[in-house]
């Protein structure tokens, strides 16, 4: 994530913010090798190669992107207070500083996206680009078509309608029903909300795709790197 420049160098422990502050009004901090005077620049901490009277304060950490199958009952953060299981910790053999693009509750698995390419993740969450994602969920009961229909074509949540989505019901425990659920928004639990709001309750939940990226095969709890193929198409997702 940007940050400004003189909050990053006070954090690397290279003076306090006051004095960072000076010593970039005089001209002794470069970032990508161009002297920066202005206050609040806003910088990447392993992207950008910040420099303090030549002196390379901030490691450059090649981009690191992989996809995890997040098993439930793991928390996408880097830290817990009540010491619940969290992606970090799943990915900790990784040295660069990745983190999770976007959020799967607690409950939920499957596909997650981590980087540490900033720009990528903002990007990938932001609504312009409206990236669609794909989840499977088993919902209580057997929805009736027309149920189906209000999913489709929007249900309110917090007053606000839901965009229109693709939904196909695609299994039946006889007395439960899977659907696959297409969304390009991202609120907060939508999907779940979502299938409450017309009567069927979600009982799992998992992604299967984000964007073009595909889960696959991959067990839960392991990960791997985007292929290069994936990369290309990412990129151009947000281009
Ligand atoms: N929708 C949900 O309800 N939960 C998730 O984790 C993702 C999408």
New binding site residues.
């Given amino acids: 994530m940007a940050e400004r420049l003189q909050v990053v160098l006070a954090r690397a422990g290279v003076a306090s913010r006051h004095q960072a502050e000076r010593l970039i009004r005089e001209g002794r901090v470069t970032v990508n090798g161009q002297v920066v005077r202005k206050l609040g620049t806003h910088v990447v901490w392993g992207q950008d190669a910040i420099r303090v009277d030549n002196r390379l304060i901030c490691r450059l950490e090649p981009k690191v992107t992989v996809v995890l199958n997040k098993p439930k009952r793991v928390l996408s953060t880097s830290h817990d207070p009540r010491g619940r299981p969290t992606t970090a910790e799943l990915v900790r053999k990784i040295k660069a500083h990745i983190f999770p693009v976007g959020?799967?509750?607690y409950?939920?698995e499957g596909l997650l996206i981590l980087t540490n390419d900033g720009e990528l993740a903002q990007h990938l969450q932001h609504p312009r680009y409206g990236i669609p994602?794909t989840?499977r969920a088993k919902v209580k009961g057997m929805p009736a078509a027309e149920v189906l229909q209000s999913l489709r074509s929007g249900v309110m949540l917090d007053s606000k309608r839901t965009a229109p989505a693709q939904v196909k019901k695609i299994g039946t425990t006889g007395k439960n029903t899977w659907l696959e659920i297409t969304?390009k928004e991202?609120?907060?639990?939508?999907?779940?909300?979502?299938c409450w709001a017309v009567g069927h309750p979600?009982l799992k939940?998992k992604?299967t795709r984000y964007g073009p990226i595909r889960l696959g095969d991959l067990k839960p709890g392991t990960y791997r790197d985007l292929t290069p193929a994936e990369m290309e198409k990412l990129r151009k997702y947000v281009a």
């Fill in positions: 959020r799967l509750d409950h939920t994602k989840y969304i991202g609120r907060n639990r939508q999907v779940r909300r979502m979600v939940l992604r």
